[in-house]
């Protein structure tokens, strides 16, 4: 059974940056595309950022520009480096794969951003 654990998060002011960190427990980084969600209070989820087996990022127009989404099949790590965060990035934070596997889902990691 796979485990996919977030860390990273925390409280920043506006325009500062954190990295997040998406730990798996099985080998499945290099097989499948991976993505960042988030999911803020009382909103849907919604996926942020997605990168391809080949290493390529794809992003909400939200975050173009902001975010960079990296992985390390060695490791079986995702990474979200997120730049120039708004209020609006105030969010759970978690990793999953693209698409998502229920199964996956773990406790995400808070991201506050205050203004």
């Known amino acids: 059974q796979v485990q996919l654990v977030e860390s990273g998060g925390g409280l920043v002011q506006a325009g500062g940056s954190l990295r997040l960190s998406c730990a798996a427990s099985?080998?499945?980084?290099?097989?499948?595309?991976m993505g960042w969600y988030r999911q803020a209070a009382g909103k849907r989820r919604e996926l942020v950022a997605t990168?391809?087996?080949?290493?390529?990022?794809i992003y909400a127009d939200s975050v173009k520009g902001r975010f960079t989404i990296a992985r390390d099949n060695a490791k079986n790590t995702v990474f979200l480096q997120m730049n120039s965060l708004k209020p609006e990035d105030t969010a759970v934070y978690y990793c999953?794969?693209?698409?998502?596997?229920?199964?996956?889902w773990g406790q995400g990691t808070q991201v506050t951003v205050s203004s």
């Open positions: 099985g080998s499945i980084f290099s097989i499948l595309a």
């Open positions: 990168i391809t087996r080949g290493g390529s990022g």
């Open positions: 999953n794969t693209v698409p998502t596997t229920n199964d996956y």
